[in-house]
């Protein structure tokens, strides 16, 4: 393995003129155009929120700055697992990039429940829409394409997640590419499943029932859940040597990029959108 490691340079790609791997390259060139994307929306929301229009809402009226932080902390500490993830592949331990790669897709979904929780709560709560007030266009345009971005990324973490197992020898196995599908709806189905359970368990608590009643509305969700994750562990045993090593690596570095992007932009999104109203 050391002598493996000692031939593979992670981080420049020297049959390229700029020194750089092709696909960091272009990754980089995505994501310096989804910075100018962000850049518009961020701006547009603070240009309306420093003239706002008569009758608009007040955002400290209607956001939760405790549940956002919370989301933000989760945000946060999905990204050191992502880390964890690319410096496990890099020194190919693929047990251990497994596990960070699905510590980070269970932190994203955590992040996306919040998100689908606040906007169900603006939305009957407080009657915050995207088309009644400019705030509502503002806010859920902004937050909304950024819960786009998280999506994306936890669905490509878990095809990454997926791919890690694909057999060396695929002529010897071929049922490895229906069974790989599998595995990919299973892990979506339980990130579905566990997001709405976990709602669904939120508004049963702030009704003031109790957990009896929860399983009692939701129960169909609980059983999905168990079903999803027990499919996706069995369908996660090891099956001999995989297509999947340190040559990897920068594909791994690839999604790495875009998920620290990912979490960059809403630090700014957090401290512009949410931040700033309690200043």
């Excluded at 197992?165 to 595995?183: E, M, S, V």
Aim: glycine share 8%; proline share 3%; hydrophobic share 50%.
């Amino acid at each position: 393995m050391s002598s493996t490691s000692a031939t593979i340079d992670h981080h420049h790609d020297h049959t390229t003129t700029t020194g750089i791997p092709n696909k960091k390259l272009v990754m980089w060139a995505f994501l310096a155009s989804d910075c100018m994307f962000f850049g518009c929306l961020i701006a547009t929301h603070l240009i309306y929120r420093l003239h706002p229009p008569p009758g608009s809402p007040n955002p400290k009226d209607i956001f939760s700055i405790e549940l956002t932080s919370f989301s933000t902390f989760i945000l946060l500490m999905s990204s050191l697992m992502m880390a964890l993830a690319v410096n496990a592949i890099q020194k190919g331990n693929i047990k251990s990039m497994r596990w960070s790669l699905l510590t980070t897709i269970f932190f994203g979904a955590i992040f996306l429940g919040c998100q689908v929780y606040e906007f169900q709560h603006f939305v009957h709560v407080y009657h915050l829409t995207i088309t009644n007030s400019m705030l509502g266009t503002t806010f859920y345009t902004l937050t909304g394409t950024h819960g786009t971005h998280v999506a994306i990324g936890v669905f490509w973490l878990i095809l990454m997640y997926v791919r890690s197992f694909q057999p060396k020898n695929t002529a010897a196995d071929r049922g490895w590419f229906w069974r790989g599908l599998l595995h990919i709806a299973a892990i979506c189905g339980a990130v579905l499943f566990s997001i709405f359970a976990v709602i669904g368990l939120t508004h049963t608590l702030q009704a003031g029932e109790g957990f009896t009643a929860f399983l009692g509305h939701d129960f169909g969700l609980v059983i999905g859940l168990v079903a999803t994750l027990g499919l996706s562990m069995f369908l996660a045993r090891p099956r001999g040597q995989v297509a999947f090593d340190q040559a990897n690596a920068i594909d791994v570095e690839s999604m790495g990029l875009y998920w620290h992007f990912v979490d960059i932009v809403w630090i700014v999104i957090f401290t512009a959108v949410y931040l700033l109203e309690y200043l």
